[in-house]
Structure formats: structure tokens, C-alpha cells
């Protein structure tokens, strides 16, 4: 059964790798729900799973996130003011996120999870519908969003990208910029919030072998070895593609997690 699973988690990897470099996300509204899915597959209690899922997806982020920024630099796909306004706010409210986590009851948790993704999907859907672009807000504006970015990320265990892309996007970052400097403050945040899931994990109870906090750390090897071999066919596509197809895609991927968490 556990070769099954670790099977699953590189094919998992594989597609995740695939969608960070294409969308510019940290792949956590895929690995979230596969690893809830997953998880009591090795044995783990379900109690803990959802934590888990939450932390572990947060640290494949940090690779899949980081292979994806590295290629949108090279391709010259990030916006630089993103970089140094966005991208603290995020980091903080990551952290943040990942100490709210711990007072919500775990039962709520893959509730909480749903909500976000269905918030996320309806946001993206709205922006498709918008012709018309703002002026990126004041430095202070901006640290705050990343903020609020960062909070509501970290409790869903993605990169932040469904929420940093749409965001920038309606604010003048053509798409291609939006979806590189998302994977960067992606690759930030995940290492944010997967260090307070850390620290938060230290002391729980039945937590399994290869466990660093609620990072189950099987799971994350497997993840990472194969999204890493991927991110950059996904950047590449981003490049080429039209900004509205890609807009279209990152808007149906949304509604589709958002169908399979709340059904």
C-alpha cells in the first residue's frame, strides 16, 4: 500500500509542477485535497491529517514555487515593485496564517479550505469579466495585501498565486509578469508558513515516522522530485500562450477544485 502511495504522490508531483510553472501557483489547491485523500493511505490519523496536508503542501511550495520562479527569471517574467512591496506583507501574513490554523478545529478546517477555493474561483471568474485596469495601490497598500494574502494562503496551503495573479493582474501586471512574480512571493510565503506548521507541530500527538512537525516528509520528497522536472514546460507554455486562454484556464482550474472540495 505504501508503494501505491508514494507512486500517486510522483504522478502528483509530475501534474503539479506542470500547472506552478503555467499559472504561476505553488500547486496547493491540487496537493491539498489529494493529500487529505492520501494520507490515511500510510497510516495517518485523520485527526492530523488535514495539518498535515496543509504543512506538507506548503513545503512542496517552496520547490515547485522556487523551480517555477527561477525559470520566470530567466524568461524575464517578474515585476520587481511586486517583489519588494507584495512579497513581505506575504511573508508575514504567512506566518500569521500558520498560527491561525491551530485554533481552528480540524474538523473545520477542510471546510475552511472549501470556502477559500470557492472565494478564489468566483474572484477569478469576475476578473475575466473586467476590462478595465488600476493603477497598482501605494507601498503601504500593497504590504497590507500581501498580508492578507499571506494569512488566507497559509490556512489554505497554497503559494498564494490564486489570489497574487488575479490581484495583479487587475492592476496593470500583464499576465505573463503577474503569474512569474507570483511564483516568487509563492516560493517566500511557503517557507513562512511552512515554519510555523513546524513549530506548531513539535509537541502533537501521533504524529508519524519522517515527521518534522506536521511536515509528513516521505510525502514531500516524493512531491518535489518529480515538480521539479516539470516547472519549466509550464513556464514555457505561460510565455507562449495568449493572456486571455491562460486567463480562461487559471479561471476553470479554480472552479473545478472549488466543485471537488465542496462536493
Known amino acids: 500500500m505504501f508503494v501505491v502511495f508514494l507512486g500517486l504522490l510522483l504522478v502528483l ?16 489547491l491540487i496537493v491539498v485535497p489529494s493529500l487529505l485523500f ?3 493511505l500510510a497510516g495517518i490519523d485523520p485527526d492530523i491529517a488535514m495539518h498535515m496536508a496543509l504543512a506538507t503542501s506548503l513545503a512542496s511550495i517552496i520547490i515547485t514555487s522556487g523551480s517555477s520562479a527561477l525559470n520566470h527569471f530567466k524568461l524575464g517574467n517578474v515585476d520587481m515593485f511586486v517583489i519588494k512591496w507584495l512579497m513581505p506583507g506575504v511573508v508575514i ?12 478545529p480540524a474538523a473545520y478546517l477542510p471546510k475552511v479550505f472549501g470556502g477559500i477555493v470557492l472565494m478564489l474561483s468566483l474572484q477569478m471568474l469576475f476578473s475575466l469579466k ?5 493603477e497598482m495601490p501605494g507601498h503601504a497598500a500593497t504590504l497590507s495585501t500581501g498580508m492578507g494574502i499571506g494569512v488566507v494562503s497559509s490556512l489554505a496551503g497554497i503559494g498564494g498565486g490564486s489570489l497574487s495573479v488575479p490581484f495583479l493582474n487587475r492592476h496593470g ?18 517557507i513562512s508558513g511552512m515554519l510555523g506548521f ?5 509537541q502533537a500527538q501521533a504524529l508519524p515516522a ?11 520528497v516524493a512531491i518535489a522530485s518529480t ?9 514555457t507554455l505561460a510565455t507562449s500562450m495568449p493572456t486571455t486562454r491562460l486567463k480562461k484556464i487559471f479561471a476553470l482550474f479554480l472552479m473545478f477544485v472549488a466543485g471537488t472540495m465542496l462536493l
Open 198 to 202: 513546524i513549530l506548531n507541530g513539535m
Open 38 to 40: 492520501l494520507l490515511p
Open 210 to 220: 519522517g515527521s518534522l512537525g506536521y511536515v509528513y516528509l516521505p510525502a514531500l
Open 93 to 104: 501574513g504567512g506566518f500569521l496564517g500558520a498560527h491561525v490554523a491551530e485554533w481552528i
Open 130 to 134: 473586467a476590462t478595465q485596469t488600476r
Open 227 to 235: 515538480s521539479m522536472l516539470t516547472t519549466r514546460f509550464g513556464a
Open 173 to 190: 501586471i500583464e499576465m505573463r509578469k503577474a503569474v512569474g512574480s507570483s511564483s516568487v512571493c509563492g516560493c517566500v510565503l511557503a
Open 13 to 28: 508531483g509530475a501534474f503539479v509542477g506542470m500547472m506552478a510553472g503555467l499559472l504561476g501557483i505553488g500547486g496547493g
